[in-house]
């Protein structure tokens, strides 16, 4: 019992002379289950809400785990099998699994043991259980042997710490560019993304134009702003920035250059002129 205790962090050698086509297929199945192990449509988390049977379905928060909806056991709980069960899909462990019955892991499903596996039945393992640091205690299970791995998961969206870094869903948002809330840090999209809050005028001499919108929606409006726009005129209007040349001639005087007309010419006068310089006078 002591020597199986400690398989899961022993990690059996292979040399030229042990590297045969069942050890060779046992390595490209645990890179390939690695690999799928975050590409599920589903997952559904065991709650115990019924109490320790795995075959329960109300003792999990979606349904009984299956090929598209991944087993999730928290830290803390655990779950019993005392009649046979198939296992598909992947199964992550952070509670604990006794398993007195029969279990059978079909091909290409998975069992990440980051907790406790106690194992007083019968397991026919077609597919593969990885230790993830986990602890094994019992029978070894039939067909394939255990695998041992540090079983660092990728963070994917479902509220759990999948890469076991103390963060949940840390790169998760919306990750198309051409959403209003586009998340450039994000690496995994969320579902999140919507297009509707930057759907505004994208017109840069409109009135209405909004220079955080990205989606114009055709609100684009050209007239709250018109007006005069030449600073001496006597129509200037300084709200507009869209001249609709209501702007009437200069009349000539004596003094030109006294723009402000107070009868001296001085500071004022030029910062008129500099300020009006460059500005379109209309015909």
Known sequence: MNVIRGLFRT??????????????????????????????FSQTIFTGANGTNWSDAGNWSNGLPALDNNGFIPSGLSFTNATPIN???????????????????????????????????????????FGCNGSYIGLLPNINELETTDCQLEEVCDGIDNDQDGQIDESCGCTNPAACNFVSQATS??????FSTCQVCTGQMACNYNPLASIDDGSCEYSSCAGCTYLLA???????????????????????????????????DLLLFFAAYGSTCNQ
């Open 87 to 129: 296992i598909t899909g992947a199964i992550e462990n952070h509670g604990t699994i006794n398993n007195s019955g029969v279990m059978i892991i079909e091909t290409g499903s998975a069992i990440y043991n980051y907790g406790s596996f106690v194992n007083a039945g019968t397991i026919y393992n077609f597919g593969a259980i």
């Open 189 to 194: 999209d969320d579902g999140s993304c919507e």
């Open 234 to 268: 006597p129509e200037y209007n300084p709200a507009a920035n869209i001249d609709d040349g209501s702007c009437s001639p200069m009349e000539s005087c004596s003094c030109p250059a006294d723009i402000n007309q107070d009868e001296i010419v001085n500071m004022q």
């Open 11 to 40: 990690l059996k050698p292979l040399t030229s002379v042990t590297l045969t086509m069942k050890n060779l297929t046992n390595l490209l199945l645990t890179g390939m289950l690695c690999l799928l192990a975050t590409a599920c």
